[in-house]
């Protein structure tokens, strides 16, 4: 079977974006027929079972300026399409590149799936603090999902999220389970000079955040907790140490704090 993705994320630094580019790793390894098509003026993973479409324009997405929303040649995705001819088209995104996609599908009839990532609904209204903003984004996504044969996602509470705001019965709905690459993730990589490099020079407990520095993140809650942590504990040294970015980063309240490092972007 020929599977191929359409994503409007693919050389971005978060999960959605990692997530793609380790399963068309793996694809080449196993030699299964995946293909990867997507639409960025950034960086590209130079696999040779990802296309990259170049945008015709783009813009920043609101709320979220490290990622742009690409807008590609339809003409130039459907060329693509049909020069993959998958035998099942899965669609990772509710982008420009997703929407164009499943309109695509639906025109040369091939079977589509697709994979709730992210709870947009609730990242707009905690973006915007307006409840009406997410029953909006709601209506979308059920339009976006509704005529997938199966839509996968990552947790079991977006299984439910996904069933009572979207309508995604659970016949239609499946749990993706996650990961990890122990190639990645090994202790051969440690390297205690690395704090040295951020000015983290105390012996105590490190406790680490890797995430985007965000609201959906629930990022003021951690540093809440931190402050109050601190207060009822002053003699304890440890250090609170957040790796990514995001629109909090540079906010007075997160970074008043003496005992809290933020590294920005960190990669390999």
Not at 9 to 26: C, K, P, Y
Request: with cysteine.
């Amino acid at each position: 079977m020929r599977i191929c993705i359409f994503t409007d994320t693919i050389g971005d630094l978060n999960g959605v974006s990692r997530f793609i580019q380790d399963m068309g790793e793996q694809a080449l390894m196993y030699d299964v027929k995946l293909h990867i098509v997507s639409s960025t003026a950034k960086f590209c993973p130079p696999l040779p079972n990802i296309h990259n479409i170049k945008p015709r324009w783009r813009m920043r997405m609101p709320f979220y300026n490290e990622l742009d929303l690409a807008y590609p040649s339809a003409r130039a995705l459907e060329a693509k399409l049909l020069e993959l001819k998958p035998d099942l088209l899965h669609i990772s995104t509710p982008g420009p590149v997703g929407f164009t996609a499943r309109k695509l599908a639906k025109k040369h009839g091939v079977p589509t799936m697709g994979t709730y990532h992210t709870d947009f609904p609730a990242y707009i209204r905690d973006n915007t603090g307006m409840e009406w903003a997410k029953r909006v984004t709601d209506t979308v996504m059920k339009t976006f999902y509704r005529r997938f044969e199966k839509v996968f996602t990552r947790s079991h509470e977006y299984l439910k999220i996904m069933e009572k705001d979207i309508g995604i019965p659970r016949d239609k709905s499946a749990l993706l389970p996650p990961g990890t690459n122990l190639k990645r993730f090994h202790p051969v990589h440690r390297d205690v000079k690395i704090f040295e490099k951020y000015g983290i020079t105390g012996d105590g407990p490190k406790v680490l955040y890797v995430g985007r520095i965000s609201k959906e993140k629930n990022v003021p809650f951690l540093i809440q907790t931190w402050k109050r942590y601190k207060q009822l504990h002053p003699e304890d040294s440890a250090e609170l140490i957040l790796v990514g970015e995001g629109a909090l980063r540079h906010k007075r309240t997160c970074n008043a704090l003496d005992d809290v490092t933020f590294t920005g972007l960190a990669g390999f």
